[in-house]
């Protein structure tokens, strides 16, 4: 069989209580410690049943396991860039050339933004900003559970998680709340690393 590496979970990049009073500590510490490592957890459990259904030369049940690394996969991914994305003297509005492809591509902050909370709003799962490499422009992309409505190729620099575990506890249904709350934490100097970091690989 062959090694596998394993997907662990990585350490909150701040304290579990660094984000109160917009999302409290035992928001932060279900959803790091319990959702974010159950993917991590159901993403080594699928990649352990190909491996092992490669070894014994049945497949049967290697459909629903790719499924559930897609899943899981996602599910990692994006909490990972959740929790950077984030931090304690986040807040305000990007600048330099993010500012500036914001303004381009959606006409204004405060078009990006209106545009990004729809997404927010409407989403089954998270609202993505992401480089897309093939028309070379920003999107904002709902995206139901993990992986639905995913642009293929797409990168995404920003993601707000609007899974009820996400907001629940602290703003009961009131989701504007919580989207609220959000801005007030937005690590925009993160946001602006993934930017350049992308746009330096497909322009
Ligand atoms: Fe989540």
């Not at 290697?62 to 990972?80: K, P």
């Not at 860039?81 to 509005?93: A, R």
């Amino acid at each position: 069989m062959p090694e596998l590496s394993e997907p662990e979970l990585p350490p909150l990049p701040y304290d579990y209580d660094a984000l109160e009073p917009h999302i409290s500590e035992q928001v932060l510490t279900w959803h790091h410690d319990t959702h974010h490592q159950g993917y991590v957890n159901g993403l080594a459990s699928a990649e352990e049943t190909l491996a092992e259904n490669r070894e014994a030369g049945d497949f049967s049940s290697s459909a629903a396991a790719q499924g559930n690394v897609t899943h899981n996969g996602c599910g990692h991914y994006l909490h990972t860039l959740f929790w950077e994305n984030m931090h304690p003297d986040g807040g305000g509005e990007p600048d330099g050339d993010l500012a500036d492809r914001i303004e381009e591509d959606f006409g204004s902050y405060e078009g990006w933004k209106g545009d990004f909370e729809a997404a927010a709003s409407a989403a089954g799962g998270w609202a993505l900003l992401v480089y897309d490499p093939v028309a070379k422009q920003l999107r904002n992309v709902p995206v139901d559970k993990h992986d639905q409505g995913a642009l293929w190729g797409a990168h995404p620099i920003l993601a707000l998680d609007v899974w009820e575990h996400s907001y629940y506890y602290d703003y009961g249904p009131a989701r504007g709340d919580f989207i609220d709350a959000f801005f007030e934490v937005v690590n925009w100097d993160k946001v602006a690393d993934e930017y350049a970091t992308v746009t330096e690989l497909f322009e």
